[in-house]
């Protein structure tokens, strides 16, 4: 372990057990480590160095965090994150050089997977993500603190990737010209979601806003053991958290694939995921609100190819990129899964009111 990491793991209530930290995940975000006990029974943990530039207010997120793990406490038991506290107390450390780190109880026996590999998976999914949302629906208290203030809105998302364009500070908005094209010429339609919230048709909810399908711990029985990255729980429309697991679920290639011809849409997993999922929301989903499921799973491809976008032209500054150009492959490959979700728009339309009609 490096002398830093093993320094960071002792300000933590692990009973000093543990010897050394590994990279686990493929988050795009956190550094994340796992930290084995040598300590034979003893529990694993994970270990996480917090992306401070993308939460800029650190001690507001773990209190969210808190919040929920305590409240889905109550609900579902075991099936909840659990922190893991300093030796102070405190849900977080500042290291010397200004680096937050936060601690888990490690899920042993589980696993998350970047593309599912079977439908019972997309329904466990489906169910997880559903049943958070539906045991949030009841979270005590005030709204949670907008983490990323105006994350999944796309207005602002659009302003972030105009601004960046008109001054293109590293010449590269000649090469993604199409790229361009195609986010305006659907620029006015995707607002849709935020127009039906101000209108007051749809509300506001606690959702996750990160429910990408390796956000969910699943067992070797390919149960849903555990909806992790909380980060992002706050205030958000139910189509936001349904379309994203969407697009990173039925995806027949990877969210960066770079041979777009691979790139295609896996129906039944889509057919399995929202039958979960509507088996944990239909009692308490409005009509307005299940109108906008399929909505959503347009936006968040858009979305995230927008953000991944801007995030190309302005000089990788958000996303950890493994190469250059990765940006601008992850942006073309969701733009082409989008594609293929318009073209199967009415589709998708009937399975959800098959879904629906099921549960
Ligand atoms: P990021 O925001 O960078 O995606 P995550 O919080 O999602 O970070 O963690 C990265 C990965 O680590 C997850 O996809 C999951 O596979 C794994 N993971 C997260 N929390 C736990 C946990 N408590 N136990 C086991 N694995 C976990
Ligand atoms: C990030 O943290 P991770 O890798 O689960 C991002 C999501 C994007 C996703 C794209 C806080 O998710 O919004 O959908 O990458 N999280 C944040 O893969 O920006
Ligand atoms: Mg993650």
Redesign the pocket.
Same mark, same amino acid.
């Given at each position: 372990m490096l002398p830093h990491l093993s320094a960071v793991v002792g300000q933590f209530r692990t009973g000093g057990t543990c010897l050394a930290a590994v990279p686990h995940g493929t988050?795009h975000i956190h550094d994340t480590f796992r930290v084995p006990n040598a300590r034979p029974g003893g529990p694993d943990y994970l270990l996480q160095r917090i992306n401070h530039r993308v939460f800029a207010r650190v001690p507001e997120l773990m209190d969210n965090i808190r919040r929920v793990t305590e409240h889905l406490r109550h609900h579902a038991g075991r099936l909840t994150l659990t922190l893991v506290p300093t030796r102070e107390g405190k849900n977080y450390y500042q290291d010397d050089g200004g680096s937050y780190w936060r601690m888990y109880l490690f899920i042993a026996g589980a696993r998350s997977y970047d593309l599912a590999q079977t439908t019972g998976q997309a329904y466990q999914g489906g169910r997880a993500f559903g049943q958070f949302g539906a045991w949030l629906a009841d979270l005590p208290g005030a709204p949670l603190v907008e983490t990323i203030p105006d994350f999944h809105n796309v207005e602002t998302r659009l302003g972030a990737f105009r601004e960046v364009l008109k001054t293109d500070p590293l010449g590269r908005a000649g090469e993604v010209a199409r790229e361009i094209d195609f986010v305006e010429a659907r620029a006015a339609e995707m607002p849709t979601l935020l127009r039906l919230g101000r209108a007051g048709t749809i509300p506001l909810r606690t959702t996750h806003n #990160?429910t990408?399908f =390796? =956000?969910v711990l699943l067992d070797a029985e390919g149960q849903a053991r555990c909806v992790? #990255?909380l980060d992002t729980v706050m205030p958000g429309y139910v189509g936001y958290d349904f379309g994203d697991s969407i697009r990173t679920l039925v995806n027949t290639a990877a969210e960066d694939e770079a041979d777009l011809g691979k790139i295609g849409l896996h129906l039944p997993f889509f057919e399995a995921y929202a039958r979960g999922f509507l088996e944990e929301t239909a009692h308490f989903l409005t009509p307005a609100e299940r109108n906008t499921l399929a909505f959503g799973c347009r936006l968040l491809p858009f979305l995230m190819g927008l953000r991944f976008l801007t995030d190309h032209l302005g000089g990788d500054l958000y996303y950890k990129i493994h190469f250059e150009g990765h940006n601008r492959q992850r942006a073309r490959a969701q733009f082409r899964l989008l594609e293929c979700l318009e073209a199967q728009y009415s589709t998708l339309q009937i399975l959800l009111d098959q879904a629906a009609g099921k549960s």
């Open positions: 988050g #990160d990408k =390796n =956000n992790v #990255d």
